[in-house]
């Protein structure tokens, strides 16, 4: 058995900033000391300016097979309000986030997969929310978020049984955005990052604050659109044929 210590690494290649879920010896489980460190290291990693894109996985060949059980048998709420400010954060990050799922993405796994902008996965790949078998409220910031990706009919049988549903059920309710054979996900995954880190981050930025709701910033991002350049960079870079250099967020 696999002795690594839990742990949340991160690297930076090309743009791309790529965050591992690493707890072998309990299929990549949160552990308390996890869900505590994961917003700190997403300031630092969205504080980058050489971040344009962030990618989550999990070590090997599991995504994240949830809260570590062990630490809920401890008195009180605390670990379910650390796993809700780790998603909390994970969602709010503000530049483009795409999970990476392989093999079984269950509980927190899935409430940090369904913070993600984007979800890719292995054809193999299962996913389960399964409060139901423990008996635990699951938060109500978490199921409004699942309930807006899925609807409240998917949401529901996922919540009310904690059954696994597989990746092609997955992808048609909306759960995942794409599926692809196990020995493709990476590259496909490494592929769309690039073509991210290669678009504007003030586009996708603003259409990140529109897409999840916010009303109050039309103002705010015409601002930063007259500012940026961007615009003006992306029309020439289209005139001329040649790939535009963007330059907001550097």
Known sequence: METAEPQLADSVTDGIATLVISNPAKRNAMTAGMWRALPAVLDRLAADPAVRVLVLTGAGDTFCAGADIAALREPGDEQQGLAVRAEEALAAFPKPT?????????????????????????????????????????????????????GPATAKYLLFSGE?????????????????????????????????????????????????????????????????????EGVAAFLERRPPRFTYGL
């Not at 979800?119 to 996913?127: G, S």
């Not at 769309?192 to 930025?205: K, N, P, V």
């Open 98 to 150: 795409l999970a990476a799922v392989r093999g079984y993405c269950v509980g927190g796994g899935s409430q940090l997969a369904a913070a993600c902008d984007l979800r890719f996965a292995a054809e193999d790949a299962r996913f389960g929310i399964t409060p139901a078998k423990l008996g635990i409220v699951y938060p109500s910031s978490s199921t409004r978020r699942l309930t807006a990706l899925v």
């Open 164 to 232: 696994l549903i597989d990746a092609g059920r997955a992808l048609r309710t909306g759960l995942v955005d794409e599926t692809h054979p196990a020995d493709g996900l990476a590259g496909r995954v490494a592929e769309f990052g690039r073509i991210l880190a290669s678009r504007s981050l003030l586009t996708q930025a603003a259409a990140k604050e529109y897409a999840d709701g916010r009303r109050d910033r039309d103002a705010y991002w015409a601002e930063r659109a007259r500012g940026s350049g961007d615009t003006a």
